[in-house]
């Protein structure tokens, strides 16, 4: 090969390499916007307290809402047949018992809710800790660990958020399967 045609390649491949530093300079540029923006969401995930005071309230109060309007409603059942009849024979026991039923009902339906709030909670975080770990490429069992959550956890959250897409796409589809995780 002819010093000129040596010459030639060598330019040829320094404007090859030149190009492939800038577009992988552009590529990391962009990753850094890109993560940079995602960030604040990530790490209100990771720093979840679940759902607000408000919305625990909200939900606690239609939950037990709705058993507590059953029982009104046999109570009442009670009073009117007591009206009717003039007969109070067993009503207070009536009453007991539905005492008892609802107390029951309400204490249960609210271990019900703490639990709710508890795993919503939970949820996020772990929605959180897959996040980092698709951005950056992070160990998620290593921060799970970090942060007290069983890494048994972490692999069902892994399993149940899918592996369909990667990078920004499978990101994103975090967000919209969180939303189907506490419907």
């Known amino acids: 090969m002819s010093r000129a045609a040596q010459s030639h390649t060598r330019q040829l ?3 090859q390499l030149a190009l492939q530093n800038q577009l992988i300079s552009q590529s990391n ?13 990530i790490q209100s995930l990771l720093t ?25 409603a046999l109570r009442q059942r009670a009073a009117n047949r007591l009206a009717a009849t003039n007969n109070t ?12 039923e609802q107390a029951q009902t309400d204490a249960s339906q609210t ?14 975080q772990l929605a959180g800790l897959n ?4 951005t950056y490429g992070i160990d998620t069992n290593l921060l799970g660990r970090a942060m007290g959550v069983p890494a048994e956890l ?9 592996s369909s897409g990667s990078g ?13 995780l506490f419907g």
């Open 168 to 180: 920004l796409g499978g990101l994103f589809g975090i967000g919209a399967g969180i939303a189907s």
């Open 89 to 100: 024979a067993g009503y207070g026991d009536v009453l007991a018992q539905l005492g008892r």
């Open 111 to 124: 271990q019900q809710n703490q639990i709710s709030f508890a795993n919503r909670q939970l949820q996020e």
């Open 154 to 162: 972490l692999g069902v959250r892994q399993r149940a958020s899918g």
């Open 13 to 15: 491949t320094d404007q």
């Open 48 to 72: 979840s307290q679940g759902y607000t005071p408000q919305q625990r309230s909200a939900i606690t109060q239609q939950s037990l809402g709705a058993a507590n309007t059953a029982f009104d």
């Open 29 to 41: 540029l962009q990753g850094l916007k890109d993560r940079s923006l995602l960030m604040p969401t």
């Open 131 to 134: 996040a980092l770990g698709q």
